[in-house]
């Protein structure tokens, strides 16, 4: 069983950065990924980013390549999701997602993982 804390959030102006964290506890395997997500009332949760903790890869989706930086502190089981030159298209609640023995071809999709995080609420607005 793992549980996953979110932390960060909160309100920011167009153009600013914010990070979230998620913190794991409980057993977590060798081959597993750490997840980003987000939803807006109405719509699908999309993924946003993630990351495999047996070699550290890491994966975007192309609306926040090159703005958002997911890493992770093995010693804290936490990752790290820094969010920079935000948009107010990325207002969502985000979700913090774990999955275990999760596969590269299904690491972008919702079902390759079981542990899912409260959400936090992140809102970019002047």
């Known amino acids: 069983q793992v549980q996953l804390a979110e932390s960060g959030g909160g309100l920011v102006q167009p153009g600013e950065s914010l990070r979230v964290s998620c913190t794991a506890s409980?057993?977590?395997?060798?081959?597993?990924?750490t997840a980003w997500f987000r939803q807006v009332p109405g719509k699908e949760r999309e993924f946003v980013a993630a990351?495999?903790?047996?070699?550290?890869?890491?994966h975007y989706a192309d609306s926040v390549k090159g703005r958002f930086i997911i890493s992770r502190d093995g010693a804290k089981k936490t990752v790290h999701l820094q969010m920079n030159s935000l948009k107010p298209e990325d207002s969502a609640v985000y979700y913090c997602?774990?999955?275990?023995?999760?596969?590269?071809?299904?690491?972008?999709?919702?079902?390759?993982?079981?542990?899912w995080g409260q959400g936090t609420q992140v809102t970019v607005s002047s």
């Open positions: 990351i495999r903790w047996n070699g550290g890869s890491t």
């Open positions: 997602a774990h999955g275990n023995g999760v596969i590269l071809s299904s690491i972008r999709t919702k079902s390759a993982y079981y542990y």
């Open positions: 409980g057993r977590t395997a060798s081959n597993s990924a």
